[in-house]
């Protein structure tokens, strides 16, 4: 079965840094993972797309899901992804959606890329991630090794 990764950050992820997200989706690519799931909200999650999609035409065996909070929502995903997913929240209220979403999504994949600072809200994803030991790729840590 082919293994997961979940692309999380902060909104302002610097656009500087897209090379090493590059690297980083083939470098979990290279240890087996097929299926990337990325939210629609910020400017991670559309670089984080853009990147994945990418990969998708060196690679085409790399699915691309976009997470979608909001289940009474008919959202068609954009061109260039493979279909959608939406957890389980739907009975959770309306405002909490992204993050309780976000942490399932934390809590359910084999993998993760992020940029995560310490002082930003996206550092409690990725606790549940290495509590979990999963391997992750921290962008934030790369933030000052440009190429």
């Given amino acids: 079965m082919a293994k997961s ?6 909104n302002d992820f610097p656009n500087t840094i897209s090379t090493q997200l590059e690297a980083a989706i083939e470098t979990h690519y290279a240890q087996g993972v097929r299926n990337f799931y990325v ?8 670089i984080a797309g853009f990147a994945v999609k990418k990969a998708k035409q060196k690679h085409p065996d790399i699915f691309l ?8 929502l008919k ?3 954009p061109k ?3 279909g959608a997913y939406c957890p389980p929240t739907k009975k959770i209220p309306k405002k909490f959606r992204i993050a309780r979403s976000n942490r399932y999504m934390a809590r359910n994949c084999d993998c993760a890329i992020c940029y995560a600072s310490p002082l930003g809200k996206q550092r409690h994803l990725l606790r549940i991630i290495r509590r979990r030991k999963v391997p992750d790729t921290n962008l934030y840590n790369q933030r000052l090794r440009r190429k």
């Avoid at 990764?5 to 902060?10: I, K, N, R, S």
């Avoid at 939210?39 to 559309?46: E, I, K, Q, T």
């Avoid at 899901?65 to 009474?72: K, M, N, S």
Wanted: charged residues 10%; aromatic residues 24%; negative net charge.
């Fill in 5 to 10: 990764c979940f692309l999380f950050g902060q």
């Fill in 39 to 46: 939210g629609a909200y910020g400017n991670f999650d559309c």
């Fill in 65 to 72: 899901f976009l997470v979608i909070p909001y289940t009474e």
């Fill in 75 to 77: 959202i068609i995903p």
């Fill in 80 to 82: 260039g992804y493979d």
